[in-house]
């Protein structure tokens, strides 16, 4: 049964805490994406990574980190330098880009973060 | 201007109504555009997905894209109140490209 998968499902922050957020894909996705969802705006993308051990910023990487280590695991540090961390996380993927092909995107369930 | 702008509703229709979902974009080099369909507190799953411009249609669902109007819009037939949910508009440019999302519009079909 193929999909993604994040955890946990909520997490709770403590001041100063860094705390990461699991995301693994059984898909053979060679592309996996960040995302930040606040209500009333569009998803915003914190980071993105097309291949193992490459990562680029998105739009509003300051005060997350990432890694890619296994091409089927992609997680997200929200660290303390992060002043508004609460928010809905949801992780993508998606398959190598083609250079004729953009495909689209699927998307894990997401983890809810909120600060004590 | 945002890049890509969304109605974001609510929208409360009566159970059958046919359901028309908008959005507008400002940057004419998006070809790629998606609809996605997200159940409050779940991640957003893809509904439709069309290349340039034209209509496509799967099963109750229409998606059309008019690149000269910079407007794309998903229409939903017979709605039923298991469509309730918020929907997403998504688009991009060429390979490479990320994605750019509309906030999304919040639908309730009342039985």
């Known amino acids: 049964d193929g999909g993604i998968t994040q955890s946990p499902k909520y997490l709770f922050r403590k001041e100063g805490q860094n705390v990461t957020l699991s995301c693994e894909q059984n898909l053979n996705h060679d592309a996996m994406y960040w995302y930040r969802q606040d209500p009333g705006q569009g998803l915003r993308l914190i980071y993105y990574?097309?291949?193992?051990?490459?990562?680029q910023k998105g739009d509003i990487a300051e005060g997350y980190s990432v890694s890619r280590e296994k091409k089927e695991s992609f997680p997200l540090t929200v660290t303390s330098a992060q002043k508004n961390p609460t928010a809905f996380y949801l992780c993508?993927?998606?398959?190598?880009?083609?250079?004729?092909?953009?495909?689209?995107?699927?998307f894990g369930p997401g983890t809810r973060l909120l600060v004590l | 201007q945002k890049e890509v702008e969304q109605d974001p509703g609510p929208l409360s229709v009566p159970e059958g109504a046919i359901v028309s979902l908008n959005c507008t974009y400002s940057?004419?080099?998006?070809?790629?555009f998606m609809w996605y369909r997200q159940y409050s507190r779940k991640g957003p799953e893809l509904l439709m997905y069309?290349?340039?411009?034209g209509n496509k249609e799967d099963g109750r669902f229409t998606a059309q894209v008019d690149k000269s109007s910079k407007y794309i819009s998903l229409f939903i037939r017979d709605s039923q109140p298991s469509d309730s949910a918020t929907y997403l508009c998504a688009m991009s440019s060429s390979y490479g490209q990320n994605f750019v999302f509309g906030p999304g519009t919040r639908l309730s079909v009342l039985p």
């Open positions: 993508a993927s998606s398959i190598e880009l083609d250079f004729e092909y953009q495909e689209t995107q699927y």
């Open positions: 069309t290349y340039s411009s």
């Open positions: 990574s097309q291949i193992v051990n490459d990562f």
């Open positions: 940057n004419s080099a998006f070809q790629y």
